[in-house]
């Protein structure tokens, strides 16, 4: 199997904040969103997920829902105009389905 030659690494993540999965671009094409997350199956108690956004200009990644709550956001998915990302959150006790800016900001439950 040939290797396609144009391929890149966009960005790294550390250990500390884990694995990225679930890419989605962006409708213009210059960011992908990606779920980042750090799972213990030992111990679920454990496990934190975040949703980032990367520019795929320069690299650069933004942690969109930062914090240390021990809460899941993850499968993120943009919306037609780019403005804002849903999501699944347990952020509530459970999963439910949340939108917010595309900057992270003014995150609203959607389901209940």
């Known amino acids: 199997m040939a290797r396609d030659r144009h391929a890149r690494a966009v960005t790294a993540f550390p250990d500390s ?3 990225a999965q679930w890419p989605t671009w962006s409708p213009d094409g210059r960011r992908i969103a990606v779920q980042v997350g750090r799972y213990d199956r030992n111990d679920h108690a454990n496990d ?3 949703i980032w956004v990367i520019d795929v200009a320069d690299g650069k990644a933004v942690n969109l829902t930062p914090g240390d ?3 899941l956001d993850e ?3 943009w919306s037609r105009d780019g403005r804002t990302i849903v999501f699944q959150s347990t ?5 439910e389905v949340w939108r917010m800016g595309s900057d992270g900001s003014s995150p609203v439950q959607l389901t209940h």
Do not use: E, L
């Not at 952020?91 to 999963?95: M, Q």
């Open 48 to 50: 934190r997920s975040d």
């Open 75 to 77: 499968t993120p998915s």
């Open 69 to 71: 709550d021990p809460w």
């Open 17 to 19: 904040v884990g694995r």
């Open 91 to 95: 952020r509530s006790g459970r999963f």
